[in-house]
């Protein structure tokens, strides 16, 4: 069974321009989680996909990024325009219920410079 | 609103000595609790985790974990650290959503 995959595993832009990272989940899994760790901070909850629907997005830090869950299977995370304080590593995570155990992907290390 | 508390962001041990990592949660109502792992270029991977039932759980690689409401506490432990287990550690504590701690990462000097 393939777990969570994450693309790119890395990612270097400059301020001002977009960025869209993409996470699939492991299969049959409805809810669906994005975290990030900023340098040296805890990792941060950002938003959590039940199916399509978002059903909390109350870690999303601001109106530059936007996530999407197609029709409830891979997900993307796009920040729009990108701000040198976005830079650091996303997660992504899911699990068949919010009281099961989450699987995490490698992460997205963003750089914005 | 929960909080997850680690105590000490850097642990060096010595190779078959003990490790303990400290975590401590704060909540309204006792949580699932989660160990997870990160080793080096790689994901979290989940140690272990307490739900109910048995306070003392057992995870992967020798680790192991009690949870202690009385204290608020849910520290991990390992009774003889390898150099392989060089890694960062996080507690985690779940609602609908995870809430971590900072992280421990777990040095083993040979």
């Known amino acids: 069974e393939a777990g969570v995959t994450q693309f790119p595993s890395h990612s270097v832009i400059e301020k001002g321009q977009t960025v869209t990272l993409r996470c699939d989940p492991i299969?049959?899994?409805?809810?669906l989680y994005w975290y990030r760790r900023v340098m040296g901070k805890e990792i941060k909850f950002l938003l959590h996909?039940?199916?399509?629907?978002?059903?909390?997005e109350s870690g999303m830090p601001n109106n530059r990024f936007l996530a999407e869950r197609t029709g409830g299977t891979y997900s993307t995370l796009k920040v729009q325009p990108a701000e040198l304080e976005d830079s650091g590593v996303y997660f992504c995570?899911?699990?068949?219920?919010?009281?099961?155990?989450?699987?995490f992907g490698q992460g997205t290390r963003l750089t914005v410079v | 609103a929960q909080s997850v508390t680690q105590l000490g962001s850097h642990v060096s041990v010595s190779e078959g000595a003990l490790v303990l990592l400290r975590c401590n949660y704060s909540?309204?109502?006792?949580?699932?609790l989660f160990w997870y792992v990160q080793y080096p270029n790689q994901g979290l991977q989940l140690l272990l985790k307490?739900?109910?039932?048995?306070?003392l759980v057992k995870g992967i690689n020798g680790f192991e974990a009690e949870f202690k409401k009385s204290e608020t506490s849910f520290h991990l432990t390992k009774p003889s650290a390898h150099m392989s287990d060089a890694a960062e550690y996080f507690c985690?504590?779940?609602?609908?959503?995870?809430?971590f701690g900072g992280g421990t990462r777990l040095m083993v000097k040979p």
């Open positions: 996909f039940v199916k399509e629907s978002k059903q909390d």
């Open positions: 307490y739900t109910t039932g048995a306070t």
């Open positions: 985690a504590a779940s609602g609908n959503m995870l809430t």
């Open positions: 909540s309204s109502v006792p949580p699932y």
């Open positions: 995570a899911s699990s068949r219920g919010t009281r099961f155990s989450a699987f």
């Open positions: 299969s049959g899994h409805d809810n």
